[in-house]
């Protein structure tokens, strides 16, 4: 008796289980869910698509539009930049809707003398700031050196994996180079927020692609558009806003800039290496001392 009666209180304890069991197993796995965390732990985000954009521009905007697999092995791919867009081909970023914070205000102020445009700045954007990952935007104290009349090198210095800033937006914001701490593809690897940005354990905010969220004095978005300056790059020349090589005129070159009327700039782009592949002029060796980095992890290489 005693048996019998342990056994109807059981079953259907069982099933309760076995019930939220099945309902936590449901729904979209994988990068779908858009999990980042560290030490084991993570937080879910909701992916963006491009109906969360108002103004799309030229662009699909066709965000997330890979498998986990897909994106593992493209953020672990090695070779020329052509190899590497060829397995890419596509491929657009990862993004998410990020969690909002505050922090301080941002500051920035821009002189000038015979050779330099110089960025005196705290790296806090003007726009809402975001997370899709622990870390938070803190306050800097840095100070970019902008080349006034770069001069075009016969061999340009590659960016490499060891080099994370490589130029700063208009808002004072450091433009990050294709690689993460992991030596991986960053937008590959990394769920950044609608902006296209986050901030490193450090605390350093910066852009891994377009900045979507950058806007110039009229309110106007200006990062999905490749009419529209969006940086500088700390070789001297101005960055553009979000191109597709494969219509954008003319040719996007391995630097991932062109020259238009005589003067060459650089373009942000859909695909790797998102900013650019390698510095077409000489940028001033104190820009990559701005953070605390290891020897030579910013080292330029010619290619």
């Known amino acids: 008796m005693k048996s019998i009666l342990h056994l109807t209180r059981t079953i259907p304890f069982i099933l309760i289980v076995t019930f939220f069991l099945i309902i936590a197993s449901c729904g979209p796995k994988g990068h ?4 980042q965390g560290t030490r084991g732990e993570h937080k879910e985000y909701k992916l963006l698509t491009k109906s969360d954009f108002n103004n799309l521009g030229e662009h699909s905007f066709d965000l997330n539009n890979g498998t986990k697999e897909e994106y593992n092995s493209a953020a672990n791919l090695s070779g020329s930049l052509k190899e590497i867009q060829k397995k890419t081909e596509g491929l657009w970023p990862r993004m998410a809707k990020g969690e909002i914070y505050n922090v301080s205000e941002s500051k920035i102020k821009l002189s000038e ?6 960025f005196e700045t705290n790296n806090i954007p003007d726009h809402v700031l975001t997370r899709t990952n622990p870390n938070k935007a803190k306050a800097k104290n840095y100070k970019f050196f902008i080349p006034k009349n770069p001069k075009l090198l016969k061999t340009p210095y590659k960016i490499t994996n060891k080099t994370q800033e490589i ?10 180079g294709p690689y993460d701490s992991q ?8 769920i950044v927020d609608e902006c296209s940005s986050h901030a490193d354990p ?5 852009y891994h692609f377009s900045p979507l969220c950058l806007k110039n004095s009229k309110g106007d978005s200006v990062g999905g558009s490749p009419l529209n300056q969006i940086g500088w790059s700390f070789d001297g020349f101005k960055i553009f806003g979000l191109a597709d090589r494969k219509k ?3 040719f996007i070159d391995n630097c991932n800039g ?4 005589g003067e060459y700039h650089y373009h942000a782009t ?13 940028p001033p060796a104190t820009n990559f001392e701005q953070k605390q980095r290891k020897k030579n992890s910013g080292k330029r290489k010619k290619i």
Do not use: T, W
């Open 202 to 206: 450090q605390g350093m905010y910066h």
């Open 113 to 118: 003398n015979k050779e330099f445009l110089i």
């Open 270 to 282: 859909i695909d790797y290496p998102f900013f650019m592949g390698c510095y077409k002029a000489d």
């Open 183 to 190: 030596k991986k593809i960053a937008p590959y690897n990394r």
């Open 32 to 35: 779908r869910k858009g999990k």
């Open 167 to 176: 130029g700063i937006a208009l808002n004072g914001v450091v433009i990050a």
């Open 248 to 250: 954008h005129m003319p």
């Open 258 to 261: 062109h020259s238009h009327e």
